[in-house]
């Protein structure tokens, strides 16, 4: 019988150019439904707020902090944890993450005073934004290079989704069940994904030929033959210089002009896009309506955010990501500037709001696809972490500027144009972003 031999080609150039196998789609789709969960929990914890309250009696100051508790958590793992990921892999450091998250949320049920319930909070985070870091290389690294952008958009694209699915599943159970029924749901679907990731999701290759790590290159053969590409005789040769580049490369001089600019650019996003997850509910009860009804309008708007950036990963294949990117960014900032002026009317709010979160989200998903290009292999999940941890710093900080503006007298059409000169600011600053080649 005639013996195959390896082929002699990069690894890299194979997943670049090869069509993507089944397993590298279950993969995207993998990042994805754990991306969901992001938005689930973030979601969630809105929804059993009314029941920490009425159980505690505590004061609306005091539930404010509860709510930016997994965001604190969120900034320290994505700027801690992708620096892991990074050094010991996207597999291990995703697993480790989603045990954290499991645990977190379990525990979250078993609480007694205000104090368990912040540290089990900022717990859940932190290990939600070291596995937003991983994830994002992920499925960035299990792509080829033309749906490479497209994959990083699914991935996106679970955080609204799981938020739109998680409210609607909180909301049930909160009518036969306590808030900590949520938790309970949360970590037994965190659990559950554990043993699939193990099992289903092998460590990245780029990683792998980056770091070169004992045993690398028969990993990495068993990682394309479960892909359905050939194996190789050898991996490129890499320097020990390079191998051992750590986090702190992103603040290099090759690299900190482009971590500057993305990161100032995505946390000036937030700022204005906040506003719309957190203040539209309170805004719209304001005019007159129920608390579902104004519940009813942030769903229009987490609807919109997964329309668009589904939209904006199809758009990719033809279009610059950057571009695209621009263009959401003002026209996102342009949408919640006339959120302000809309009538007390729900059918138009809603339109309105579904607006705001396709362009709004749809630009969130452009920065991951940015990150994810822009980075090299070696610092990828690290400078996506440090993004995303600095992004979150302006998820807490938006609705209290936000609150802030409204009891100094602002009107709700002036605190909407204020607020929405994040996104022209951010879409100015990444005017000044000049992408990189594709990287190995």
Sequence with gaps: MERILPSMKDP?????????????????????????????????????????????????????????????????????????????????????????????????????????????????????????????????????????????????????????????????????????????????????????????????????????????????????????????????????????????????????????????????????YYFILKWVPRVVANMGFTASEAGNVLVFANIGGAVGGAVFGLLTLRVSPKKLTLATMVFGGLFVALFGSTPADLSYMGLLAFTCGFFGNATIVGMFTLFAHVFPTHARASGTGFCVGIGRGAGILSPIIVGFLFQWGFSLPIVTVLISIGSFAGAAVLLLLKMPENEK
């Design 12 to 272: 890299l150039e194979i997943l670049d150019k090869a069509p993507m196998s089944l397993l590298q789609i279950m993969v995207v789709g993998i990042t994805c439904v754990l991306n969901g969960i992001d938005g689930f929990d973030v979601l969630s914890i809105s929804f059993a707020s009314n029941g920490i309250a009425d159980e505690w009696g505590i004061n609306p100051a005091a539930l404010g902090i509860v709510l930016s508790m997994e965001l604190v958590g969120m900034t320290i793992g994505s700027i801690a944890l992708g620096g892991i990921a990074d050094k010991l892999g996207r597999r291990y450091t995703a697993l480790g993450c989603m045990a954290v998250m499991a645990f977190g949320m379990l525990i979250t049920t078993t609480v007694t005073n205000m104090s368990q319930l912040l540290v089990y909070r900022v717990l859940t985070g932190v290990g939600l934004g070291g596995l937003l870091a991983a994830i994002t290389a992920q499925a960035s690294e299990f792509s080829n290079r033309k749906r490479r952008h497209l994959s990083v958009s699914i991935m996106s694209i679970g955080y609204p989704i799981g938020g739109v699915i998680g409210g609607s599943i909180a909301a049930q159970l909160l009518v036969n069940y306590s808030w900590r029924s949520i938790f309970y749901l949360g970590a037994a679907i965190t659990a559950l994904f554990i043993p699939v990731v193990f099992f289903i999701v092998p460590e990245s290759v780029h990683w792998l030929i980056r770091k070169q790590p004992k045993d690398a290159l028969k990993k990495v053969n068993t990682a394309l033959r479960r892909m359905g590409h050939e194996s190789v005789a050898e991996l490129p040769e890499i320097a020990p210089e390079t191998r051992k580049k750590s986090m702190s490369d992103i603040f290099s001089p090759g690299l900190a002009r482009i971590t500057t600019i993305v990161t100032v650019a995505y946390f000036l996003q937030i700022t204005t």
